[in-house]
């Protein structure tokens, strides 16, 4: 495996790479950091050189980790069981037209509103841009025409996320990024991280976390490890359970990507990954920043680490 990976970094094959942790069996078995221009969400920050102490955004990730902060509150009993309605939790708003829709419409991304992240992050026009753009987040997202029906069909979302994470927000009496700080990160050690804020004083549940790599590797090793104690393990097999089949291949649980191997995935835009592979032991951890350009530089190490023969390779 190493000499796979530093094969593919030698060869410039992952020339955007920010940072990459391999786990095996819980143990750091590969760690390599890389340099480029980055940014926090569209805030540029010039040339950075990584280390293991940078953190870094996770884009589209933080909906991954969102999820398993779902299933704490759950457990405590602050928030509804997927199966409740939805809209009942945004009374205030008054939408109607929408009592079809439940929670776990939500976390599987199927809530059938019109919504459109194929834009470039920095376009206004884009979903989430816009969310972010109006006067109240969860309004805008309520308040989307709806264009089929709910449950059917797997259509990317952020707003969906941001229902989410309010939900949480209500049922806690606290901020999303402070509950997960207390009943995530703290039980699992980690001390440096950092969930930006709308110009509303809302978490970004969408897309504003920032981790080190290493912590990134360790919230997947705590799903790999069926949540010990901190994440219900009931909730850990309910997230990963397949609900809706993509049109790409594979399937998708409770914001988390799932393919037939038993293999579970957070993806954020730019190249951030966390791979959990249950056959093997493996977590993997990726960030790069090919922003709104794709995942290039991280699925060419992510072939490397995952190609037959990684577990020997490892062990070495």
């Not at 199927?110 to 969860?138: C, F, K």
């Amino acid at each position: 495996m190493v000499e796979r990976v530093d094969a593919v970094l030698d060869r410039g094959e992952a020339p955007h790479l920010h940072g990459l942790v391999v786990l095996r069996g819980g143990q750091v078995m590969l760690e390599r950091y890389g340099a480029g221009e980055d940014h926090a969400l569209n805030v540029p920050l010039g040339h950075v050189t990584f280390d293991r102490d940078t953190l870094h955004d996770l884009r589209s990730v933080s909906k991954s980790v969102v999820g398993l902060v779902y299933g704490i509150a759950l457990a405590e009993g602050l928030v509804p069981e997927p199966g409740e309605p939805l809209v009942r939790q945004f009374p205030e708003y008054g939408v109607t037209g929408r009592d079809h829709l439940t929670v776990e419409h939500a976390l599987t991304m199927t809530l059938g509103i019109e919504w459109d992240e194929q834009l470039p992050y920095t376009d206004p026009a884009n979903s989430e841009v816009a969310m972010e753009l109006a006067p109240d987040r969860h309004r805008y997202v309520l308040e989307r025409p709806v264009v089929e029906e709910a449950g059917k069909r797997w259509h990317y979302c952020g707003g969906a996320a941001a229902l989410i994470g309010e939900i949480i927000t209500r049922g806690a009496g606290r901020s999303l990024a402070e509950y997960a700080a207390v009943r995530l990160f703290e039980p699992l050690g980690v001390t440096a991280y950092d969930w930006s804020m709308g110009d509303d004083g809302v978490t970004r549940a969408a897309s504003g976390l920032r981790l080190r790599p290493v912590d990134l590797a360790a919230v997947g090793q705590l799903v790999l490890d069926g949540g010990r104690g901190i994440v219900p393990g009931a909730w850990i097999a309910d997230m990963l359970r397949p609900r809706v089949v993509l049109e790409g291949g594979g399937w998708y649980g409770y914001q988390w990507y799932l393919s037939g191997d038993g293999r579970a995935e957070g993806i954020g835009n730019g190249g951030q990954r966390l791979v959990v592979v249950p056959s093997e032991g493996l977590v993997v951890a990726v960030t790069a920043g090919e922003y709104d350009r794709g995942l290039g530089s991280s699925q060419a190490v992510l072939d490397a680490v995952l190609s037959e023969g990684g577990e020997g390779d490892a062990a070495r």
